[in-house]
RNA sequence: GCAGCUGUAGUGUAGUGGCCCAUCAUGAAGCCCUCUCGAGGCUUCGACCCGGGUUCAAAUCCCGGCAGUUGCACCA
Protein backbone atom coordinates (compact mmCIF):
# COMPACT_ATOMS: atom_id res chain seq x y z
CA UNK A 1 0.00 0.00 0.00
CA UNK A 2 2.95 2.11 0.88
CA UNK A 3 3.87 1.75 -3.31
CA UNK A 4 -0.15 2.55 -4.04
CA UNK A 5 -1.25 5.43 -2.39
CA UNK A 6 -4.37 5.65 -4.37
CA UNK A 7 -5.54 1.94 -2.67
CA UNK A 8 -5.42 3.32 0.89
CA UNK A 9 -8.82 4.81 1.43
CA UNK A 10 -9.88 0.87 0.44
CA UNK A 11 -7.67 -0.49 3.31
CA UNK A 12 -10.86 -1.91 4.70
CA UNK A 13 -12.08 -3.71 1.88
CA UNK A 14 -8.90 -5.22 0.81
CA UNK A 15 -7.86 -6.87 4.37
CA UNK A 16 -11.13 -8.71 3.59
CA UNK A 17 -10.13 -9.71 -0.07
CA UNK A 18 -6.43 -10.36 0.70
CA UNK A 19 -7.72 -12.30 3.86
CA UNK A 20 -9.60 -14.46 1.67
CA UNK A 21 -6.70 -15.53 -0.74
CA UNK A 22 -4.47 -15.53 1.61
CA UNK A 23 -6.42 -18.69 3.12
CA UNK A 24 -7.12 -20.31 -0.29
CA UNK A 25 -2.96 -20.09 -0.66
CA UNK A 26 -2.50 -21.59 3.15
CA UNK A 27 -5.24 -24.69 2.03
CA UNK A 28 -3.22 -24.81 -1.08
CA UNK A 29 0.13 -25.37 0.61
CA UNK A 30 -1.24 -27.46 3.33
CA UNK A 31 -2.76 -29.74 0.55
CA UNK A 32 -0.27 -29.78 -2.17
CA UNK A 33 3.06 -28.58 -0.71
CA UNK A 34 5.10 -25.25 -0.88
CA UNK A 35 6.47 -25.69 -3.95
CA UNK A 36 3.11 -26.26 -5.67
CA UNK A 37 2.33 -22.49 -4.54
CA UNK A 38 5.35 -21.23 -5.56
CA UNK A 39 4.90 -22.56 -9.16
CA UNK A 40 1.49 -20.96 -9.21
CA UNK A 41 3.54 -17.82 -7.98
CA UNK A 42 6.16 -18.29 -10.80
CA UNK A 43 3.70 -17.86 -12.95
CA UNK A 44 1.37 -14.91 -11.82
CA UNK A 45 3.85 -12.67 -10.04
CA UNK A 46 7.27 -13.85 -10.22
CA UNK A 47 8.21 -10.54 -8.52
CA UNK A 48 6.95 -11.39 -5.22
CA UNK A 49 9.56 -14.58 -4.84
CA UNK A 50 12.25 -12.14 -4.56
CA UNK A 51 13.07 -11.00 -1.28
CA UNK A 52 13.96 -7.37 -0.91
CA UNK A 53 16.97 -6.72 0.70
CA UNK A 54 17.00 -3.81 2.56
CA UNK A 55 19.20 -0.97 2.00
CA UNK A 56 20.89 0.65 4.77
CA UNK A 57 22.58 3.90 4.12
CA UNK A 58 26.13 4.09 4.24
CA UNK A 59 28.56 6.67 5.51
CA UNK A 60 27.08 10.08 6.24
CA UNK A 61 23.45 11.39 5.64
CA UNK A 62 23.16 14.02 2.92
CA UNK A 63 23.33 17.49 3.01
CA UNK A 64 20.01 19.97 2.64
CA UNK A 65 20.60 21.46 -0.84
CA UNK A 66 23.71 20.94 -1.55
CA UNK A 67 24.68 21.02 -5.14
CA UNK A 68 27.75 19.09 -6.39
CA UNK A 69 30.53 21.02 -7.33
CA UNK A 70 29.38 24.24 -5.05
CA UNK A 71 29.52 23.49 -1.44
CA UNK A 72 31.87 24.98 0.55
CA UNK A 73 32.41 23.99 4.43
CA UNK A 74 34.62 25.10 7.57
CA UNK A 75 35.87 24.07 10.00
CA UNK A 76 37.17 26.80 12.66
CA UNK A 77 39.23 25.84 15.50
CA UNK A 78 41.10 27.94 18.01
CA UNK A 79 44.66 27.52 17.60
CA UNK A 80 45.28 27.72 21.34
CA UNK A 81 46.74 24.32 21.07
CA UNK A 82 46.96 21.46 18.83
CA UNK A 83 43.87 19.39 17.61
CA UNK A 84 42.46 17.00 20.48
CA UNK A 85 40.49 13.88 19.52
CA UNK A 86 37.37 15.81 19.68
CA UNK A 87 38.44 18.16 16.83
CA UNK A 88 38.98 15.21 14.43
CA UNK A 89 35.31 14.88 14.15
CA UNK A 90 34.92 18.49 12.83
CA UNK A 91 37.97 17.83 10.06
CA UNK A 92 37.04 14.13 8.83
CA UNK A 93 32.87 15.27 8.70
CA UNK A 94 33.96 18.40 7.14
CA UNK A 95 36.56 16.84 4.53
CA UNK A 96 34.19 14.22 3.53
CA UNK A 97 31.46 16.06 2.71
CA UNK A 98 33.32 18.33 0.39
CA UNK A 99 34.74 15.09 -1.04
CA UNK A 100 30.81 13.51 -1.52
CA UNK A 101 29.92 16.72 -3.25
CA UNK A 102 33.29 17.68 -4.76
CA UNK A 103 33.42 21.02 -2.98
CA UNK A 104 35.83 22.31 -0.82
CA UNK A 105 36.32 23.15 2.97
CA UNK A 106 38.06 26.14 4.49
CA UNK A 107 40.25 25.38 7.86
CA UNK A 108 40.13 28.44 9.38
CA UNK A 109 42.06 29.47 12.61
CA UNK A 110 39.35 31.29 14.95
CA UNK A 111 42.72 33.53 17.15
CA UNK A 112 40.42 36.81 18.70
CA UNK A 113 40.71 35.67 22.52
CA UNK A 114 44.66 36.85 23.21
CA UNK A 115 43.78 37.26 26.95
CA UNK A 116 41.88 33.97 27.90
CA UNK A 117 42.70 31.74 25.02
CA UNK A 118 45.62 32.71 23.76
CA UNK A 119 47.00 31.28 20.83
CA UNK A 120 49.27 28.70 20.77
CA UNK A 121 52.36 30.17 17.76
CA UNK A 122 52.94 26.44 17.39
CA UNK A 123 49.68 25.53 16.67
CA UNK A 124 48.85 27.17 13.34
CA UNK A 125 51.33 24.73 11.74
CA UNK A 126 50.90 21.76 13.65
CA UNK A 127 46.90 21.86 13.41
CA UNK A 128 47.74 21.71 9.79
CA UNK A 129 50.09 19.30 9.77
CA UNK A 130 47.49 17.00 11.77
CA UNK A 131 44.87 17.96 9.42
CA UNK A 132 46.99 16.39 6.56
CA UNK A 133 47.64 13.52 8.54
CA UNK A 134 43.95 12.87 9.22
CA UNK A 135 42.80 13.57 5.35
CA UNK A 136 45.39 12.76 3.72
CA UNK A 137 45.68 16.11 2.00
CA UNK A 138 45.63 20.01 3.46
CA UNK A 139 42.71 22.43 3.17
CA UNK A 140 41.32 23.82 0.43
CA UNK A 141 41.67 27.04 1.92
CA UNK A 142 43.03 28.36 4.98
CA UNK A 143 41.77 32.08 6.81
CA UNK A 144 43.31 33.00 9.71
CA UNK A 145 40.60 35.04 11.66
CA UNK A 146 43.80 37.44 13.27
CA UNK A 147 44.59 38.83 10.01
CA UNK A 148 41.25 39.95 8.98
CA UNK A 149 40.61 42.45 11.67
CA UNK A 150 40.13 45.42 9.19
CA UNK A 151 37.83 43.72 7.30
CA UNK A 152 35.64 42.84 10.42
CA UNK A 153 35.75 46.55 11.25
CA UNK A 154 34.43 47.41 8.09
CA UNK A 155 31.21 45.50 8.48
CA UNK A 156 30.85 46.63 11.83
CA UNK A 157 30.99 50.23 10.63
CA UNK A 158 28.56 49.63 7.84
CA UNK A 159 25.83 47.81 10.38
CA UNK A 160 26.47 50.86 12.57
CA UNK A 161 25.90 53.49 10.61
CA UNK A 162 22.71 51.49 9.27
CA UNK A 163 21.63 51.47 12.91
CA UNK A 164 22.33 47.95 13.05
CA UNK A 165 24.45 48.08 15.91
CA UNK A 166 25.61 50.18 18.73
CA UNK A 167 27.89 50.86 21.11
CA UNK A 168 27.19 50.09 24.78
CA UNK A 169 28.95 51.54 27.51
CA UNK A 170 27.45 49.47 30.37
CA UNK A 171 29.44 46.85 32.04
CA UNK A 172 28.33 43.20 31.76
CA UNK A 173 26.64 43.25 34.95
CA UNK A 174 24.42 46.26 33.94
CA UNK A 175 23.59 44.90 31.20
CA UNK A 176 22.73 41.94 32.33
CA UNK A 177 20.34 43.39 33.98
CA UNK A 178 18.78 45.06 31.08
CA UNK A 179 18.45 41.83 29.20
CA UNK A 180 16.73 40.39 32.44
CA UNK A 181 14.38 42.45 32.34
CA UNK A 182 14.28 42.29 28.71
CA UNK A 183 14.43 46.54 28.63
CA UNK A 184 16.38 48.42 26.13
CA UNK A 185 19.68 49.97 27.40
CA UNK A 186 20.21 54.18 27.72
CA UNK A 187 22.49 53.68 24.77
CA UNK A 188 20.27 51.84 22.53
CA UNK A 189 18.45 55.08 21.10
CA UNK A 190 21.72 56.84 20.55
CA UNK A 191 22.18 57.88 16.59
CA UNK A 192 24.46 56.25 13.97
CA UNK A 193 26.34 59.26 14.08
CA UNK A 194 26.77 59.46 17.54
CA UNK A 195 27.70 55.90 17.60
CA UNK A 196 29.89 56.13 15.15
CA UNK A 197 32.32 58.78 16.94
CA UNK A 198 32.15 56.14 19.96
CA UNK A 199 33.54 53.88 17.29
CA UNK A 200 36.37 56.11 16.08
CA UNK A 201 36.71 56.09 20.00
CA UNK A 202 37.20 52.54 20.85
CA UNK A 203 39.52 51.97 17.44
CA UNK A 204 41.98 54.99 18.79
CA UNK A 205 41.80 53.07 22.35
CA UNK A 206 40.01 55.91 23.96
CA UNK A 207 38.43 52.75 25.87
CA UNK A 208 39.85 50.28 28.36
CA UNK A 209 38.74 47.24 28.40
CA UNK A 210 35.08 46.23 29.61
CA UNK A 211 34.26 49.81 29.21
CA UNK A 212 32.54 49.23 25.49
CA UNK A 213 31.21 46.81 23.13
CA UNK A 214 29.66 46.80 19.89
CA UNK A 215 26.06 45.31 20.10
CA UNK A 216 24.37 44.14 17.37
CA UNK A 217 20.58 45.54 17.47
CA UNK A 218 18.11 42.62 17.77
CA UNK A 219 15.21 42.98 20.32
CA UNK A 220 15.27 42.48 24.20
CA UNK A 221 12.00 41.37 24.56
CA UNK A 222 13.22 38.41 22.30
CA UNK A 223 12.14 34.79 23.89
CA UNK A 224 15.47 33.61 24.33
CA UNK A 225 17.67 35.78 26.61
CA UNK A 226 21.20 35.00 24.89
CA UNK A 227 19.63 36.76 21.03
CA UNK A 228 18.81 40.09 23.07
CA UNK A 229 21.42 42.70 21.43
CA UNK A 230 24.57 40.09 22.01
CA UNK A 231 28.05 41.81 21.72
CA UNK A 232 30.02 41.93 18.49
CA UNK A 233 33.19 43.23 19.27
CA UNK A 234 35.32 43.72 22.47
CA UNK A 235 38.19 45.88 23.62
CA UNK A 236 41.47 43.93 24.58
CA UNK A 237 44.04 44.90 26.16
CA UNK A 238 47.10 43.78 23.58
CA UNK A 239 49.69 45.23 25.57
CA UNK A 240 49.58 43.48 28.29
CA UNK A 241 48.04 40.61 26.14
CA UNK A 242 49.50 40.52 22.78
CA UNK A 243 48.47 38.66 19.69
CA UNK A 244 51.39 35.97 19.32
CA UNK A 245 51.88 35.81 15.90
CA UNK A 246 54.40 39.10 15.13
CA UNK A 247 52.70 41.02 12.35
CA UNK A 248 49.58 41.15 15.12
CA UNK A 249 50.91 41.97 18.31
CA UNK A 250 49.38 44.87 20.11
CA UNK A 251 48.03 46.26 16.61
CA UNK A 252 44.55 45.98 17.02
CA UNK A 253 42.70 47.08 20.42
CA UNK A 254 39.07 46.12 19.59
CA UNK A 255 38.39 42.46 18.65
CA UNK A 256 35.40 40.60 17.39
CA UNK A 257 33.30 37.53 19.28
CA UNK A 258 32.94 34.19 17.69
CA UNK A 259 29.69 34.91 16.58
CA UNK A 260 30.49 38.21 14.49
CA UNK A 261 33.58 37.23 13.27
CA UNK A 262 32.42 33.86 12.39
CA UNK A 263 28.91 34.90 10.48
CA UNK A 264 30.54 37.85 8.61
CA UNK A 265 33.59 35.43 7.79
CA UNK A 266 31.33 32.50 6.51
CA UNK A 267 29.74 35.24 4.35
CA UNK A 268 32.53 36.14 2.56
CA UNK A 269 34.38 32.43 1.97
CA UNK A 270 30.99 31.98 0.66
CA UNK A 271 30.34 29.04 2.89
CA UNK A 272 27.44 26.98 1.97
CA UNK A 273 26.73 24.94 4.73
CA UNK A 274 28.05 24.85 8.23
CA UNK A 275 28.15 21.89 10.75
CA UNK A 276 29.23 22.84 14.34
CA UNK A 277 27.92 21.44 17.96
CA UNK A 278 24.51 21.79 18.71
CA UNK A 279 26.21 23.56 22.13
CA UNK A 280 26.03 26.79 18.53
CA UNK A 281 22.64 26.73 18.55
CA UNK A 282 22.68 29.71 19.86
CA UNK A 283 25.20 30.95 17.42
CA UNK A 284 23.12 30.16 14.72
CA UNK A 285 20.32 32.41 15.72
CA UNK A 286 22.36 35.44 16.48
CA UNK A 287 24.12 35.27 12.97
CA UNK A 288 20.62 34.63 11.49
CA UNK A 289 19.85 38.10 12.92
CA UNK A 290 23.00 39.65 12.09
CA UNK A 291 22.74 38.04 8.61
CA UNK A 292 18.74 39.85 8.34
CA UNK A 293 20.57 43.23 8.94
CA UNK A 294 22.44 42.88 5.77
CA UNK A 295 19.94 40.97 4.26
CA UNK A 296 21.87 37.85 3.56
CA UNK A 297 20.84 34.32 3.43
CA UNK A 298 22.50 32.36 6.24
CA UNK A 299 24.38 28.86 5.34
CA UNK A 300 22.37 25.51 6.08
CA UNK A 301 23.44 24.59 8.96
CA UNK A 302 23.63 20.63 11.18
CA UNK A 303 24.00 19.89 14.24
CA UNK A 304 26.11 17.27 16.22
CA UNK A 305 25.25 16.13 20.04
CA UNK A 306 28.37 15.67 22.48
CA UNK A 307 30.49 13.05 22.27
CA UNK A 308 32.00 11.16 24.90
CA UNK A 309 34.93 8.57 25.32
CA UNK A 310 34.12 6.38 27.98
CA UNK A 311 38.38 5.85 28.76
CA UNK A 312 39.09 9.61 27.72
CA UNK A 313 38.92 12.21 30.06
CA UNK A 314 38.04 16.14 28.73
CA UNK A 315 39.16 17.57 25.71
CA UNK A 316 39.71 21.26 27.23
CA UNK A 317 42.48 22.46 25.44
CA UNK A 318 43.40 24.91 28.25
CA UNK A 319 43.58 22.95 30.33
CA UNK A 320 46.17 20.43 29.00
CA UNK A 321 47.82 23.02 28.01
CA UNK A 322 48.30 24.03 31.59
CA UNK A 323 48.97 20.42 32.88
CA UNK A 324 51.57 20.26 30.32
CA UNK A 325 53.49 24.02 30.92
CA UNK A 326 53.34 22.52 35.06
CA UNK A 327 55.23 19.44 34.09
CA UNK A 328 52.21 17.15 34.61
CA UNK A 329 52.54 15.88 31.21
CA UNK A 330 55.52 15.86 28.87
CA UNK A 331 53.91 16.98 25.79
CA UNK A 332 50.90 17.53 23.75
CA UNK A 333 51.69 13.75 22.23
CA UNK A 334 52.03 12.40 25.41
CA UNK A 335 50.08 8.77 25.71
CA UNK A 336 47.85 10.08 28.16
CA UNK A 337 45.80 13.03 26.64
CA UNK A 338 43.00 13.08 24.63
CA UNK A 339 44.87 14.79 21.66
CA UNK A 340 45.43 13.71 18.08
CA UNK A 341 49.07 14.11 18.22
CA UNK A 342 48.80 11.46 21.04
CA UNK A 343 46.81 9.03 18.97
CA UNK A 344 49.28 9.84 15.78
CA UNK A 345 51.95 8.82 18.45
CA UNK A 346 49.91 6.00 19.59
CA UNK A 347 49.86 4.32 15.85
CA UNK A 348 46.20 5.01 15.58
CA UNK A 349 46.15 4.64 11.74
CA UNK A 350 43.87 8.13 10.24
CA UNK A 351 41.24 5.78 8.15
CA UNK A 352 40.48 3.89 11.39
CA UNK A 353 39.59 7.48 12.93
CA UNK A 354 37.73 8.35 9.69
CA UNK A 355 35.41 5.19 9.72
CA UNK A 356 34.63 5.87 13.35
CA UNK A 357 33.24 9.43 13.24
CA UNK A 358 31.68 8.34 9.60
CA UNK A 359 29.95 5.66 11.14
CA UNK A 360 29.25 7.77 14.71
CA UNK A 361 27.40 10.14 11.69
CA UNK A 362 25.72 13.66 12.49
CA UNK A 363 22.78 13.27 15.12
CA UNK A 364 21.53 15.89 17.33
CA UNK A 365 22.19 13.25 20.13
CA UNK A 366 24.31 13.44 23.10
CA UNK A 367 26.83 10.36 22.43
CA UNK A 368 29.44 8.49 24.72
CA UNK A 369 31.31 5.88 23.04
CA UNK A 370 34.07 3.37 23.89
CA UNK A 371 37.61 2.95 22.79
CA UNK A 372 36.64 -0.20 21.94
CA UNK A 373 35.00 1.38 18.89
CA UNK A 374 37.86 3.24 18.17
CA UNK A 375 39.93 -0.10 18.47
CA UNK A 376 37.81 -2.53 15.99
CA UNK A 377 38.20 -0.24 13.70
CA UNK A 378 42.28 0.27 13.95
CA UNK A 379 42.66 -3.29 13.74
CA UNK A 380 40.18 -3.62 10.74
CA UNK A 381 43.15 -0.93 9.25
CA UNK A 382 46.16 -2.13 10.55
CA UNK A 383 46.13 -5.96 11.06
CA UNK A 384 46.74 -6.87 7.17
CA UNK A 385 49.69 -5.88 7.13
CA UNK A 386 51.27 -5.78 10.92
CA UNK A 387 54.30 -7.76 10.78
CA UNK A 388 54.41 -10.26 13.55
CA UNK A 389 56.95 -9.92 16.24
CA UNK A 390 57.98 -11.82 19.36
CA UNK A 391 58.62 -9.69 22.46
CA UNK A 392 59.15 -11.33 25.48
CA UNK A 393 58.41 -9.30 28.70
CA UNK A 394 60.32 -10.18 32.11
CA UNK A 395 62.66 -12.60 30.00
CA UNK A 396 64.14 -15.54 32.18
CA UNK A 397 67.00 -17.35 30.23
CA UNK A 398 66.75 -21.00 29.66
CA UNK A 399 69.64 -22.83 27.88
CA UNK A 400 68.31 -24.94 24.64
CA UNK A 401 70.28 -28.44 24.25
CA UNK A 402 69.42 -31.16 21.61
CA UNK A 403 67.15 -33.58 23.40
CA UNK A 404 65.21 -36.08 20.80
CA UNK A 405 65.58 -34.13 18.56
CA UNK A 406 68.89 -31.82 17.33
CA UNK A 407 68.89 -28.19 17.50
CA UNK A 408 67.98 -26.94 13.87
CA UNK A 409 69.95 -24.78 11.90
CA UNK A 410 67.92 -22.05 11.73
CA UNK A 411 64.00 -20.69 12.76
CA UNK A 412 61.60 -19.43 9.60
CA UNK A 413 58.25 -17.98 10.35
CA UNK A 414 55.99 -15.97 8.37
CA UNK A 415 56.00 -12.46 8.98
CA UNK A 416 51.96 -12.42 8.54
CA UNK A 417 50.05 -15.98 9.20
CA UNK A 418 48.05 -15.03 6.66
CA UNK A 419 49.87 -13.75 4.08
CA UNK A 420 52.88 -15.21 2.46
CA UNK A 421 53.75 -12.89 0.10
CA UNK A 422 54.92 -10.56 2.90
CA UNK A 423 57.78 -12.93 3.24
CA UNK A 424 59.63 -14.80 6.46
CA UNK A 425 61.16 -14.42 9.41
CA UNK A 426 64.71 -16.48 9.84
CA UNK A 427 66.87 -16.74 12.43
CA UNK A 428 70.07 -18.39 12.64
CA UNK A 429 70.62 -20.97 15.26
CA UNK A 430 73.80 -22.55 16.59
CA UNK A 431 74.36 -25.71 17.49
CA UNK A 432 75.71 -24.69 20.93
CA UNK A 433 75.14 -22.71 23.87
CA UNK A 434 72.31 -21.14 22.96
CA UNK A 435 70.80 -19.18 24.80
CA UNK A 436 66.21 -18.57 24.69
CA UNK A 437 64.15 -16.20 26.30
CA UNK A 438 60.35 -17.05 27.97
CA UNK A 439 58.60 -14.60 29.94
CA UNK A 440 58.82 -15.51 33.21
CA UNK A 441 54.52 -15.86 33.46
CA UNK A 442 55.22 -18.89 31.04
CA UNK A 443 57.75 -21.07 32.63
CA UNK A 444 54.58 -21.13 35.03
CA UNK A 445 52.66 -22.22 32.47
CA UNK A 446 54.91 -25.09 32.13
CA UNK A 447 55.26 -25.86 35.37
CA UNK A 448 51.25 -26.74 34.73
CA UNK A 449 52.19 -28.79 31.86
CA UNK A 450 55.26 -31.15 33.56
CA UNK A 451 57.47 -28.83 32.74
CA UNK A 452 57.11 -28.86 28.92
CA UNK A 453 55.51 -26.54 26.39
CA UNK A 454 55.46 -25.59 22.63
CA UNK A 455 57.66 -22.58 21.29
CA UNK A 456 55.48 -21.14 18.61
CA UNK A 457 56.44 -22.17 15.22
CA UNK A 458 59.77 -23.97 16.68
CA UNK A 459 59.33 -26.83 18.98
CA UNK A 460 58.08 -28.52 22.17
CA UNK A 461 60.23 -28.56 24.91
CA UNK A 462 60.72 -30.33 28.20
CA UNK A 463 62.54 -27.59 30.92
CA UNK A 464 64.63 -28.80 34.02
CA UNK A 465 67.28 -26.68 35.81
CA UNK A 466 66.67 -24.18 33.28
CA UNK A 467 68.01 -26.09 30.35
CA UNK A 468 65.30 -27.14 27.76
CA UNK A 469 65.86 -30.02 25.73
CA UNK A 470 64.12 -30.47 22.49
CA UNK A 471 61.49 -33.10 22.37
CA UNK A 472 60.25 -32.88 19.05
CA UNK A 473 60.07 -29.75 16.70
CA UNK A 474 56.72 -31.05 15.14
CA UNK A 475 53.88 -30.82 17.79
CA UNK A 476 53.92 -33.82 20.28
CA UNK A 477 51.04 -33.48 21.94
CA UNK A 478 47.98 -30.89 23.08
CA UNK A 479 50.81 -27.75 24.65
CA UNK A 480 50.40 -24.09 25.23
CA UNK A 481 52.22 -22.20 22.63
CA UNK A 482 54.18 -19.47 23.93
CA UNK A 483 56.60 -16.56 21.98
CA UNK A 484 60.05 -17.15 22.81
CA UNK A 485 63.38 -15.45 21.69
CA UNK A 486 67.19 -16.64 21.32
CA UNK A 487 69.85 -14.23 22.45
CA UNK A 488 71.70 -14.01 19.20
CA UNK A 489 68.39 -13.02 17.66
CA UNK A 490 67.28 -10.20 19.75
CA UNK A 491 67.99 -7.60 21.94
CA UNK A 492 66.60 -5.45 24.76
CA UNK A 493 63.97 -3.14 24.30
CA UNK A 494 61.46 -1.32 26.44
CA UNK A 495 56.97 -1.33 25.43
CA UNK A 496 55.59 1.55 26.67
CA UNK A 497 52.26 0.94 27.74
CA UNK A 498 49.32 3.59 29.19
CA UNK A 499 46.80 2.23 31.17
CA UNK A 500 44.58 4.15 33.20
CA UNK A 501 46.03 7.26 33.05
CA UNK A 502 49.27 6.05 33.88
CA UNK A 503 52.29 5.06 31.94
CA UNK A 504 54.27 1.75 32.70
CA UNK A 505 57.30 0.80 30.88
CA UNK A 506 58.04 -2.80 30.51
CA UNK A 507 61.23 -4.23 29.84
CA UNK A 508 61.83 -6.89 27.61
CA UNK A 509 63.95 -8.48 24.38
CA UNK A 510 62.68 -7.89 21.03
CA UNK A 511 63.21 -9.71 18.24
CA UNK A 512 65.58 -8.44 15.79
CA UNK A 513 63.81 -7.79 13.01
CA UNK A 514 66.20 -6.43 9.76
CA UNK A 515 63.22 -5.27 7.76
CA UNK A 516 61.79 -2.97 11.21
CA UNK A 517 60.62 -0.03 9.88
CA UNK A 518 60.21 3.15 12.27
CA UNK A 519 56.93 3.95 13.27
CA UNK A 520 55.95 0.65 11.82
CA UNK A 521 52.72 -0.78 13.36
CA UNK A 522 53.27 -4.81 14.32
CA UNK A 523 51.52 -6.86 16.48
CA UNK A 524 53.61 -8.55 19.31
CA UNK A 525 52.23 -12.11 19.33
CA UNK A 526 50.21 -12.52 22.25
CA UNK A 527 50.31 -9.22 23.39
CA UNK A 528 48.90 -6.68 21.02
CA UNK A 529 49.43 -4.45 18.66
CA UNK A 530 52.63 -1.84 19.21
CA UNK A 531 54.04 0.90 17.41
CA UNK A 532 57.73 0.95 16.53
CA UNK A 533 59.00 4.42 17.83
CA UNK A 534 62.62 3.22 17.78
CA UNK A 535 65.15 0.54 17.91
CA UNK A 536 64.78 -0.34 21.27
CA UNK A 537 61.70 1.65 22.14
CA UNK A 538 57.52 0.70 21.08
CA UNK A 539 54.37 1.59 22.29
CA UNK A 540 51.45 -0.55 22.92
CA UNK A 541 47.78 0.54 20.75
CA UNK A 542 45.60 -1.87 21.95
CA UNK A 543 45.05 -5.84 21.69
C1' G B 1 14.47 30.27 36.37
C1' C B 2 14.09 31.33 30.96
C1' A B 3 15.07 29.35 26.08
C1' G B 4 16.51 25.37 22.91
C1' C B 5 17.72 20.36 21.46
C1' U B 6 17.48 14.99 21.97
C1' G B 7 15.18 10.20 23.46
C1' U B 8 15.60 2.71 18.84
C1' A B 9 19.55 -3.46 22.14
C1' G B 10 25.35 -2.31 27.09
C1' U B 11 27.34 1.25 23.15
C1' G B 12 26.80 3.62 18.25
C1' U B 13 23.66 3.64 14.09
C1' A B 14 19.47 2.41 9.98
C1' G B 15 14.48 3.54 9.77
C1' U B 16 10.49 9.65 8.05
C1' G B 17 2.59 5.73 8.29
C1' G B 18 2.07 -0.50 5.77
C1' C B 19 8.47 -3.85 3.02
C1' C B 20 9.75 -3.67 10.95
C1' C B 21 7.41 -9.76 15.84
C1' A B 22 12.75 -3.40 13.55
C1' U B 23 19.03 -2.78 10.13
C1' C B 24 24.12 -2.97 10.56
C1' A B 25 28.38 -2.47 13.56
C1' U B 26 30.46 -2.87 18.27
C1' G B 27 30.02 -5.64 22.85
C1' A B 28 29.05 -10.14 25.59
C1' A B 29 28.46 -15.65 25.42
C1' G B 30 29.40 -20.14 22.70
C1' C B 31 31.30 -23.03 18.63
C1' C B 32 34.62 -23.66 14.20
C1' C B 33 39.32 -22.47 12.02
C1' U B 34 44.30 -21.05 13.19
C1' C B 35 51.27 -23.49 15.99
C1' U B 36 49.19 -15.76 18.91
C1' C B 37 45.22 -13.90 24.11
C1' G B 38 45.21 -11.31 16.73
C1' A B 39 42.50 -12.05 12.25
C1' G B 40 38.58 -14.89 9.79
C1' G B 41 33.76 -17.95 9.85
C1' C B 42 29.11 -19.38 12.29
C1' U B 43 25.35 -19.16 16.26
C1' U B 44 23.05 -16.78 20.34
C1' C B 45 21.79 -12.50 23.58
C1' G B 46 19.71 -7.77 23.48
C1' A B 47 15.99 -1.96 21.88
C1' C B 48 11.48 1.60 19.54
C1' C B 49 11.41 6.59 27.31
C1' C B 50 6.12 6.52 29.35
C1' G B 51 0.79 7.59 28.71
C1' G B 52 -3.06 9.04 25.70
C1' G B 53 -4.90 10.22 20.68
C1' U B 54 -5.34 10.12 14.99
C1' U B 55 -5.58 5.77 11.49
C1' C B 56 -7.84 -0.21 8.72
C1' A B 57 -2.33 0.35 9.99
C1' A B 58 2.39 4.23 14.20
C1' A B 59 9.31 3.47 15.95
C1' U B 60 7.42 6.87 12.24
C1' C B 61 1.99 11.90 12.84
C1' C B 62 -0.51 14.86 17.20
C1' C B 63 -0.99 16.00 22.54
C1' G B 64 0.72 15.41 27.56
C1' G B 65 4.33 13.62 30.85
C1' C B 66 9.32 11.92 32.12
C1' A B 67 14.55 11.75 31.43
C1' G B 68 19.04 13.57 29.52
C1' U B 69 21.66 17.51 27.49
C1' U B 70 23.01 22.56 25.73
C1' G B 71 22.81 27.90 25.87
C1' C B 72 21.55 32.44 28.74
C1' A B 73 30.13 35.13 28.77
C1' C B 74 32.96 41.84 26.76
C1' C B 75 35.44 32.44 25.44
C1' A B 76 35.78 29.63 21.08
Known amino acids: MGTYPKARPHAKDLTVIIKKFV ?6 AKKKGLNEL ?6 NAPQLLERKI ?16 QVVLRFAP ?12 GIVINSEYAKRYEGKWILRFDDTDTVRKPPLPSAYKSIQEEVEWLTGKPADKIVIASDRIETYYKYASELISKGGAYICTLSAEEF ?5 TKSNSPDRDRSPEENLKLWERMLNGDFQPGEAVVRIKTDMTLPNPAL ?15 HPRENINSKYKVWPLLDFQSGIEDYLQGVT ?7 LMDSTRKQTLLYEHFGWEYPETVYWGRVKIHELGGFSTSGMRNDIENGKYSDWDDPRLPTLASMQRRGFSPEALRNFWIELALTQKDISASMATIYSHNIKIIDETAPRLFFVKNPFPL ?3 DGNEQIPSNFKTQIHPEDENLGYRIWELQKENNLIYLEKEDLQLAKENNNKIRLKDFADIQIKDNIASIISLEPSEKLPIIHWLDSKNSYDAVLEITRENEIQLIEGKLENFPKLKLNEITQLERIGYAKIENKNKLIFIHN
Not at 38 to 43: D, G, I, N, S, T
Not at 78 to 89: A, I, M
Request: zero cysteines; a positive charge.
Open 38 to 43: RKVLEQ
Open 23 to 28: EEANEL
Open 273 to 279: HIIRGKD
Open 399 to 401: ELI
Open 54 to 69: KEKRVGLPDLKNAING
Open 176 to 180: REFRQ
Open 78 to 89: NPNGPLSFGHSR
Open 228 to 242: RDWPALRIQDTENNP
